[in-house]
């Protein structure tokens, strides 16, 4: 599958954002998708995923309870609504698709499980 994200920009701390992830011709069938951020010189860090199979969704505690993911219900387009961002949010954003397996909290941040890889989107969020 081909993953196209979108969305990313520049906002204000305390603004919103929502991030998108396109499958190019197909739909989000059993899989895990998940998001990923880089800064540079960092590791790359896995802050949610969702299983398509029965939304099961998990989220890094840098993020929970201020982005949510979500997936449409033609099951070809994955979101990340990012509400209440901060400086620290600042990176590259990557969506990853894993087929066939769910997210599960033990594995969903490994970043080698991911077969699929979208370009990544800029986010920046000024103070």
């Known amino acids: 599958v081909q993953l196209q994200a979108s969305g990313g920009g520049l906002v204000q701390a305390g603004g919103s954002l929502v991030l998108s992830c396109a499958a190019s011709g197909e739909v989000f069938d059993h899989y895990a998708i998940a998001w990923f951020r880089q800064v540079p010189g960092k590791e790359r860090e896995a802050i949610s995923c969702?299983?398509?199979?029965?939304?099961?969704?998990y989220y890094a505690d840098s993020v929970k309870g201020r982005f949510t993911v979500s997936m449409d219900s033609a099951k070809n387009a994955v979101f990340l609504q990012m509400n209440d961002l901060k400086p620290e949010d600042t990176a590259v954003y990557y969506c990853?698709?894993?087929?066939?397996?769910?997210?599960?909290?033990?594995?969903?941040?490994?970043?080698?499980?991911?077969?699929?890889w979208g370009q990544g989107t800029l986010v920046t969020v000024s103070s």
């Open positions: 969702i299983t398509t199979r029965d939304d099961t969704a």
């Open positions: 990853a698709a894993d087929h066939g397996r769910p997210c599960s909290g033990n594995y969903y941040y490994q970043v080698d499980r991911y077969d699929h």
